[in-house]
Structures are given as structure tokens and as C-alpha cells.
């Protein structure tokens, strides 16, 4: 059988809900099935990768660590959405893993080249 | 088509649940199947037997109970995200040394694989969001 | 390889509706659920959802009648029911659900 290629965009901050964590947890579950996974991070979602965080006074997980991870589980193609950080005033050197920006027009072209998309 | 349902919102506190539940009854009405129903994030109450919600309401975790047991659904809760909020069926109840439990059959509670293997076994995979 | 995506979050929520209506190319639906109906009586969604081109838009028929709501059919705006909810994701070959 043909190998489903997964694509997850994540639009949510770190901490504040659960939904980034959840998120990660399938991103790295599906790579664990060894399903080729793409991360697109848009809206509040670029802040997860920010090498800054240090979330243990509200005693959380940190979650750059558990992305700082993502290479390991074969996750390289993490994309983060241009307007997106921008709002934010994130740059690329701020950030735990070499990712690339992606314009709207480009997360376009990238749901309609997948095979399940999944968004959190 | 061989469909199966990501469920991600509140089981209470938003539509998404009966939505995801009016999906799946269309479909096995038109003749589909599906491989999974899986509740993930805080759709996880859905799978609570003690949930008693007043008689003139909808009772969501009735209404996916019945539809499982009419069709043999695969109903998969999220084991992590369920025991978190504790929701348990009697095994993880007694491997936590809980003095109760509020889940069993046909929920089963499993781990986040098994949404892996429903995107790579089904047709479709949908989610009803939070 | 055309996709259905699927909105449940009222046009309030305009980050939301924005990255959404951005990420539709020609020969998607954008099936509008839930509170996302309230997009029929939204002045500037309603508006820029007419003007998109090749873009299929439907409303869940339960979803606007529960809401007292009227959508208005035209070329490219139906309402559909669950049966056709369904169809609709069988005729595309991936769902997005933006939420």
C-alpha cells in the first residue's frame, strides 16, 4: 500500500490550553508508525518552537524541548507560516530547529499535496 | 468508503460530538463503514458512563453507545488524555489504584497509535473539532 | 485530489475564517457548520465568499435552521443535509476541519 503522507498544522500558543501538546503527541505518534509527517505551524502556533520558554513556575513540559525532538523522530519538513510570525515579531534564529517560512498560497498547495491533514 | 471520525471537541461544551455522530449514522445509513470513531482532547468525557445529563437533553455518551452497539463500532478513547481527566475503564482504575471507574465496553480506552493506523487504514479520516 | 473543509467557528473569529478562506483552491467545498453559519448573515464573509471563484460553499441545513437563519442559494452556495455531508466527503479526497 501506497505510504500516506501527514500533514499537520498546528494554530494554537503553547500552555495557556492543551491543544499544542495534543498536537505534538500525534505528530510524533504518527512518525513513531513511520508515516512521513509536515508540520505547519500558523496563527499563535510559531511560539512553540521559541528557544526562550521556561515554563517551570507554571510547572508544564517544556515544548521547544519536545520539538527540539521532532528531527529525531524523522519530523524535518516544519514549516512556519510567514504572516504568522511576523504578528508575532519571531525570527528563524529564535527558534530550536531549522524551519522554513510558508506563505498562505504555499500551505494551500501543501494540504492539497497530502494525504490526511489534521489540524489543532 | 471505509470512513473513520476523529473527535476533538468538548464533549459537553460544544457541538462537535453530536455533529461527529450525525455524520456517522448518515453514513452507515448510505451503505459506508467506518473503522474507528476516536476521541482525543476533551472529547474524552464522552466516554463517561456517569455523565447524567437531565432526560430532556441529549445524552451524547448514550447516543454513541447505541449507535457502537448497533453497527460494532470501534469506539477509541485517547488512554492518555482520558486518564488524565479521569476518565477509566476497571483495568486502568485498579493499575491506578482508583476505588471506582466510569468506563467500559464499548468505549475501550487505547493509546494514540490507533489514530495513526485509522489514517492509514480508512478512506477518509474527518475530524469534528473543538 | 480536491478537498472538503469543514468550519464550525462563527465568523467573530476572524484569524480563523481568514487562514481558512486563504487555504481553499478551485474545486474544494467549504462546508460551513455549526456556529459557522452565522458566515450567511456576516456582511463582509457573506461578501467575500461570493466573490470566490471555483470555490464550492455550503451550509449544514440543521445547523441554519437551528440558528433561525436564511442562506440564500446561488452558483456556487447550496444547503446541504448530513446525507450529503457525507457524499461531500467522499466526492473530495481529504477533509481540513478548521476550528
Known sequence: ?120 | MLFSILIYGSAHNSQSAHTAYRFADSALKAGHKIHRIFFYGESVHTASELSAPPRDEQNIHQLWKELAQAHELDLVVCIAAALKRGVMDKAEAKRHEKGSFNSQAPYELSGLGQLSEAAIISDRLITFGA | MTTLHTINKSPSNLALWHSCMAALLPGDTLLIIENGVYAATHTTIAEQLSTLEGINISFLSADVQARGLVVTESNNTSIVDDQQFVNLACQHSKTVSWF
Do not use: W
Open chain 1, 1 to 120: 500500500m501506497q505510504q500516506k503522507k501527514i500533514l499537520l498544522i498546528l494554530s494554537r500558543a503553547p500552555y495557556g490550553d492543551a491543544h499544542a501538546k495534543e498536537a505534538l503527541d500525534v505528530a510524533l505518534t504518527a512518525a513513531a508508525f513511520g508515516l512521513p509527517v509536515s508540520l505547519v505551524l500558523t496563527q499563535d502556533a510559531p511560539a512553540l518552537l521559541l528557544k526562550s520558554q521556561q515554563p517551570q513556575q507554571i510547572q508544564q513540559k517544556n515544548l521547544a524541548s519536545i520539538c527540539s525532538a521532532l528531527p529525531m523522530y524523522d519530523i524535518e519538513n516544519i514549516y512556519i507560516e510567514t504572516l504568522a510570525a511576523q504578528i508575532q515579531q519571531i525570527t528563524l534564529d529564535q527558534l530550536v530547529l531549522p524551519a522554513e517560512f510558508v506563505n498562505e498560497a504555499g500551505i494551500a498547495l501543501m494540504i492539497r499535496n497530502h494525504d490526511v491533514v489534521l489540524r489543532f
